[in-house]
């Protein structure tokens, strides 16, 4: 009697084409599997940069909403100084005041590293400027210096002014001392970038406390 292929089980043809099966279909489940470890590894990644950054935004807002003086700005970085403790002095950097803070503050974007530091210390990174935008940009609340009469009087209109028989700017191309003492609002532009898609922030920050240069 012959012997049936059940009972004489697989073959050594078949038993290697079964193992080589099971190994393609093991390898693409990893591979999958993978996958999908880095891509949540990435996304991970980007919502903590993007936390970072949102939270190093707020603190510059806040702090520049209580601020008393402009004391320096240009594209990528300006210094504010704000009496926390008011005793109607300012202590400059790296003095601090009789609670331990900062009064004089000074916050910097470094292009190269993407990222933010204040006073020296990292306060965000990861980030970098919004094409076409710089990182920080200045403007004032005296619209009668507004000359192209767009709704936003920037430091370089108050720059320009002698061009136009009034004299508020030195007409030099820098904001420096004949423009700051007119500067209300800071404006941030930021973003936060992966392969795929980019996390911008943007934010208004008025100098609520403002006072007036001597």
Known sequence: ?????????????????????????????????????????????????????????????RDTREAQVMAEADEDSYRVQIDFDEDGTIQTFPATNSNGDFEDLEYVY?????????????????????PGEDLFTYSSNYLE???????????????????????????NGVLDLAE?????????????TDEDQATIFSSEAQLRNRRWRE
Do not use: C
């Not at 999908?36 to 707020?58: H, I, M, Q, Y």
């Not at 470094?110 to 970098?128: F, M, R, S």
């Not at 009087?153 to 028989?165: F, I, K, R």
């Open 145 to 171: 210096y507004d000359w192209d009469a767009d709704g936003t009087a920037t430091w370089e209109e108050l720059d320009a002014g002698p061009q136009h028989g009034v004299q508020v700017g030195n007409d």
């Open 110 to 130: 470094d292009p190269g590293a993407d990222e933010v530091t204040l006073n020296g210390e990292l306060l965000i990174k990861g980030i970098e400027e919004v």
């Open 180 to 192: 700051l003492s007119y500067i209300s609002s800071v404006n941030f532009a930021m973003r936060v």
């Open 1 to 61: 009697m012959t012997s049936s292929a059940s009972e004489n089980g697989f073959t050594l043809i078949e038993t290697l084409v079964a193992i080589t099966l099971f190994s393609v279909v093991s390898i693409s489940f990893y591979s999958v599997m993978l996958s999908g470890s880095r891509g949540a590894d990435t996304t991970r990644s980007v919502v903590r940069v993007a936390e970072e950054a949102r939270f190093g935004l707020n603190r510059m807002v």
